[in-house]
């Protein structure tokens, strides 16, 4: 059974930085792109990041110069960077592949989601 999970949530001060990871487990993602959305409370489930196999990265513009993502295919994980955070990225935190090799990741083209994690942005 293929699993992703997250790990590294939890609860920050504005201005400050978190690092989440994702395992893939059961299988490795080397080919797919992977990436990152979250939810807010009342909010649609919204693109952050991602990263193809190949190297191409995208980021929502909320994001661009304080989010950075990467991917360790040896590992099978993929991270999510976020520094000089803001109470406006309090959400649930997934990850989540595709096998379309586009950085710019639609939400009806994710195979696998992650279960979540939550993170906190103090004001």
């Known amino acids: 059974q293929v699993r992703l999970v997250e790990s590294g949530g939890g609860m920050v001060q504005d201005g400050g930085s978190l690092r989440l990871s994702c395992l893939a487990s059961g299988r490795t993602f080397s080919t797919d792109t992977v990436g990152w959305f979250r939810q807010a409370p009342g909010k649609e489930r919204e693109f952050v990041a991602a990263?193809?196999?190949?190297?191409?990265?995208a980021y929502a513009d909320s994001v661009t110069g304080r989010f950075t993502i990467s991917r360790d295919n040896s590992l099978s994980t993929v991270y999510l960077q976020m520094n000089n955070m803001n109470p406006e990225d309090t959400a649930v935190y997934y990850c989540?592949?595709?096998?379309?090799?586009?950085?710019?990741?639609?939400?009806?083209?994710?195979?696998?989601w992650g279960q979540g994690t939550q993170v906190t942005v103090s004001s």
């Open positions: 989540a592949t595709s096998w379309v090799q586009r950085a710019t990741m639609r939400r009806d083209e994710v195979t696998r």
């Open positions: 990263a193809t196999w190949r190297g191409n990265i």
